[in-house]
């Protein structure tokens, strides 16, 4: 009997974030959910960047490769910036690279949840490589701001046959 080895279920998350459906939060929990928020957009402030970008670059050690996982729209932007302020923070060193787009927006996860609609599917994702360039053999970490059912990450995965997810929040554990 042989094990099958999945790269995108040891995807590594600074902080778990729980639902304010679940049960009422406390300080902290509201603020990772602020973070993550946050987080999703471009011009995140910069003090809740680096919060996020120490916490996630604890997880990983260098020399490695951060490549930003695309908004459902197919832009990286948040989460490049994300990924810059991570590498800037990575023992041994870590370098980006944005080589992830979609083929057309998917539909927002965030939105779907919110209206409790069913998960985004992988195929649903339309996460493809860029044309380019190979990039060097190295550990790679594909960068995300939560992890809410993994079809983001394994549809990252699939673009690019290789890495493990790196998320600042884990919304995919089952909550107490």
Same mark, same amino acid.
């Given at each position: 009997m042989s094990a099958?080895?999945?790269p995108y279920?040891?995807?590594? %998350? %600074? @902080?778990?974030y729980v639902s304010p459906r679940t049960r009422p939060l406390n300080e902290y929990e509201r603020e990772?959910?602020?973070?993550?928020?946050?987080?999703k957009e471009a011009d995140c402030p910069e003090a809740a960047l680096q919060i996020a970008a120490a916490e996630m670059a604890a997880l990983v050690w260098g020399p490695c490769h951060l490549i930003p996982a695309p908004d459902?729209?197919? #832009?990286?932007?948040?989460?490049? @910036?994300?990924?810059?302020?991570? %590498?800037?923070?990575?023992?041994?060193g870590a370098e980006v690279h944005d080589i992830l787009t979609?083929?057309?927006?998917?539909?927002?996860?965030? #939105?779907?949840? @919110?209206? @409790?609609?069913?998960?985004v599917s992988v195929e649903e994702h339309n996460i493809t490589r860029r044309d380019g360039k190979p990039i060097p053999c190295r550990r790679t970490f594909i960068v995300d701001n939560v992890l809410v059912g993994g079809n983001t990450i394994r549809a990252c995965f699939n673009a690019l046959g290789f890495g493990t997810g790196?998320?600042?929040?884990d919304a995919s554990f089952h909550h107490e």
């Open positions: 099958t080895f999945s279920s040891s995807t590594r %998350a %600074a @902080r778990r990772t959910r602020a973070l993550s928020y946050m987080l459902h729209t197919g #832009d990286t932007t948040a989460n490049r @910036r994300l990924a810059k302020a991570i %590498a800037a923070h990575v023992k041994g979609r083929t057309a927006p998917a539909p927002s996860s965030c #939105d779907r949840h @919110r209206n @409790r609609g069913p998960a790196l998320v600042f929040g």
